[in-house]
């Protein structure tokens, strides 16, 4: 079975920086859609930023954009990244990776099916 696994989550001070990187095991198949959520404490779950196969489709919650960059491994089957610049209190949360082998119309929205899912990874920023 795919397993996700996060990791790059830690604690730093407002308008620092931060790199998250998931990873998928368990699948030859590439998983064509694959995003980042986060929830915060007594908040639900949001998305942040999703990307297609082969990385040149990306979508971002509004509150992230021209802060936060989703791009895939070219080297690495099934591997993300988001690149977290400019971090704010209010982007502290845990961070999840999600992923589907959906095929079909490129649908990056944060409402679609999310098949995978990993267990999180805490980023706490501080003011």
Known sequence: AQKLVESGGGSVQS??????????SG???V?????????APGKEREGVAS??????D??????????????RDDTALNT???QMNNLQP??????????DLAVGPRD????????YWGQGTQVTVSS
Do not use: P
Not at 15 to 24: E, F, P, Q, Y
Not at 58 to 70: E, L, N, Q
Not at 91 to 99: L, R, S
């Open 15 to 24: 308008g620092g920086s931060l790199k998250l990187s998931c990873r998928v």
């Open 27 to 29: 699948t030859q198949y």
């Open 108 to 115: 990056l929205t944060f409402g679609r099916r999310w098949s």
């Open 51 to 56: 990307i297609y196969a082969g990385g040149t």
């Open 31 to 39: 998983l064509n859609f694959m995003g980042w959520f986060r929830q």
């Open 58 to 71: 990306t979508h971002y919650a509004d509150s992230v954009k021209g802060r936060f960059t989703i791009s």
């Open 90 to 99: 209010e982007d502290t949360a845990v961070y999840y990776c999600a992923a």
């Open 80 to 82: 993300i990244y988001l």
